[in-house]
């Protein structure tokens, strides 16, 4: 009894450890930057981009091999950061067949990093999104609406890595804007921290938004 007892300690010792190892404890962005840093830190770390002035939280320059790209960080009300963004857009992507082109290259990067997405299933998305579907959101359905504009999403991806305390959902969205006098292309790649309280947060204002419709009928 005794000696099965050991062994099954030791085996659920192995199970956890295992289970520990296959979520990250931190999960590293560009630079070393990490989700809860400050501007600050960021400044001290990232030295390959330029900043776009000194109150901006835009950065210029080569990103994933295409020059001219922008990084976008995003803070929450303690200043700590929570998302950041990538934007390719018409110094590489001129026309369709150069966007599909940066698509599909960042989009087998990111399986290579963190294996196959999750999504674009049915024209569903999941219930947290980040920067790159916000932005891309904006653009396509309210400029994409005014006179003499239209747009569209053309390729939208997206995956979700955990933590030891937080998940990240990273996002890849291709579309464009036409106006009158030109169209701008765009591929956007974004990565957002939330928490298991954020989701069940989006969950019940998704499920209000619901009742408010159904609650009519």
């Keep these: ?17 295992v289970c520990c190892a296959l979520a990250e404890a931190e999960f590293p962005l560009r630079s ?9 830190d960021i400044l001290s770390k990232e030295k390959t981009l330029v900043r776009e002035s000194d109150e901006s939280s835009v950065f210029l320059g080569t990103i994933a091999g295409y020059e001219n790209s922008t990084c ?3 803070f929450d009300d303690d200043n700590r950061l929570t998302g950041m963004n990538y934007c390719f857009d018409r110094d590489n992507c001129s026309d369709r067949d150069s966007t599909n082109d940066v698509y599909k290259t960042l989009y087998q990067g990111l399986c290579r990093k963190y294996g196959d997405p ?8 999941e219930l947290i ?23 569209d999403y053309m390729d939208y991806d997206e995956w979700v890595v955990d933590t030891d305390t937080y998940h990240v959902k990273i ?5 464009y804007l036409r106006t009158s006098a030109d169209t701008l292309y765009l591929v956007d790649v974004s990565y957002q921290k939330y928490t298991d309280e954020d989701f069940e947060n989006a969950l019940a204002a998704k499920q209000n938004e619901r009742d408010t419709v159904d609650n009519d009928l």
Excluded: Q, W
């Design 171 to 175: 996002d890849m969205t291709s579309y």
């Design 129 to 151: 999104t980040g920067p790159a579907f916000d932005r891309m959101a904006l653009i396509v359905y309210t400029l994409g609406a005014m006179d003499g504009c239209s747009a």
């Design 118 to 125: 999750i999504g674009n299933t049915g024209g569903t998305v």
């Design 32 to 40: 070393d930057i990490h989700f809860g840093d400050t501007m600050e």
């Design 1 to 17: 009894m005794k000696k099965t007892a050991s062994v099954l300690g030791l085996f659920a010792l192995s199970l956890f450890l």
């Design 72 to 74: 976008s960080f995003f």
